[in-house]
């Protein structure tokens, strides 16, 4: 099973947990989540809660945290937030929170050393999930890339 796979399968049972428990908003998080990922006897996907925190970058600037997520087949980081439609050149015209036509998003990605692949999800199409192949770029591409890599070498 490539990671894509492996993301749509984690990412769908992280869906049915959060839709379980009413306290929670599934698009309205309180921070940044970060969740070690590995596989049950029977080979189905077991999803562990390690930590959360206010800013996704701060929770993957911890050295701590990468190190336990080493310990874990794959390394899931759940955010969420608001998205707004880009311009004709590729960029979104001031906050996605303020723009007229924004949407609550949720992000899952699920990385390891060697490959990483995400999920996202809106909430006014629940059942429309996107995957990403490990093709986004970006700050916070970035920072999950040096963050299974650094907690790899420190263990």
Same mark, same amino acid.
Do not use: C
């Given at each position: 099973?490539?990671?894509?796979?492996?993301?749509?399968q984690?990412?769908?049972?992280?869906? $049915?947990?959060?839709?379980?428990?009413?306290?929670? @908003?599934?698009?309205?998080?309180?921070?940044?989540?970060?969740?070690?990922?590995?596989? #049950?006897?029977?080979?189905?996907?077991?999803?562990?809660?390690?930590?959360?925190?206010? @800013?996704?970058? @701060?929770?993957?600037? @911890?050295?701590?945290?990468?190190?336990?997520a080493? #310990?874990?087949?794959?390394?899931?980081?759940?955010?969420?937030?608001?998205?707004?439609?880009?311009?004709?050149?590729?960029?979104?015209?001031?906050?996605?929170?303020?723009?007229?036509?924004?949407?609550?998003?949720?992000?899952?990605?699920?990385?390891?050393?060697?490959?990483?692949?995400?999920?996202?999800?809106?909430? $006014?199409?629940?059942?429309?999930?996107?995957?990403?192949?490990?093709?986004?770029? #970006?700050?916070?591409?970035?920072?999950?890339?040096?963050?299974?890599?650094?907690g790899?070498?420190?263990?």
């Amino acid at each position: 099973m490539d990671t894509v796979q492996i993301a749509e399968q984690v990412e769908s049972k992280l869906h $049915d947990l959060l839709g379980e428990t009413p306290k929670y @908003d599934p698009y309205s998080l309180e921070g940044a989540r970060l969740y070690g990922v590995h596989f #049950g006897d029977k080979g189905e996907v077991v999803i562990d809660f390690i930590t959360s925190h206010a @800013d996704v970058y @701060d929770l993957l600037a @911890d050295t701590k945290n990468a190190v336990v997520a080493s #310990g874990f087949a794959y390394t899931l980081v759940v955010t969420t937030g608001w998205a707004a439609p880009l311009n004709a050149n590729g960029e979104v015209e001031g906050a996605p929170s303020q723009h007229a036509l924004r949407r609550r998003v949720r992000l899952a990605v699920v990385a390891n050393r060697q490959s990483v692949a995400s999920v996202l999800r809106f909430q $006014d199409e629940p059942n429309e999930p996107i995957t990403d192949p490990g093709e986004a770029t #970006g700050s916070l591409a970035d920072a999950i890339k040096k963050f299974v890599s650094q907690g790899a070498s420190e263990r």
